[in-house]
């Protein structure tokens, strides 16, 4: 008869690693964690948007200074980017196979998302607080 290996260790051990990326979980979790915050911030932004294109300028400006719109956009703005910068990274692991460019691309997705999410805060705060 053949050796048989009997072990009382579960598979479960095994996977402890949390696979390659080694933050699978999380990651995962982030990224429908801000895809359910963006579902009312989306729609608050829609509303502004609508409110402001109905205005001149002076009077959408008013409407982005107010503090409770200001708020709204810097979290839809926040939470876009981030939820931005999740999925780009999903399908950047996922489809560049060599190590070396991997590394280059997910390097350039967080500082596009950093330079786009800091502009568009930049721009509303500096709205909000009428410099």
């Known amino acids: 008869m053949g050796q048989f290996h ?27 964690l801000t895809a359910v915050a963006l579902v009312p911030l989306a729609l608050a932004f829609v509303a502004i948007v609508i409110c402001a294109s109905t205005r001149d300028y002076e009077g959408a400006r008013a409407l982005v200074s ?28 996922d489809y560049i196979h060599h190590e070396g460019l991997k590394v280059l691309a997910v390097i350039a997705n967080i500082l596009f998302a950093a330079v786009v999410a800091v502009a568009a805060v930049f721009a509303v705060l500096k709205i909000s607080f009428g410099v």
């Open 6 to 32: 009997f072990s009382i260790r579960t598979p479960v051990k095994g996977v402890r690693g949390l696979g390659s990326a080694r933050s699978g979980t999380e990651h995962f979790w982030r990224q429908r």
């Open 66 to 93: 107010h503090p409770l719109t200001a708020i709204l956009l810097l979290l839809f703005i926040v939470t876009g980017a981030i939820h931005g910068k999740l999925g780009a990274q999903v399908v950047i692991e």
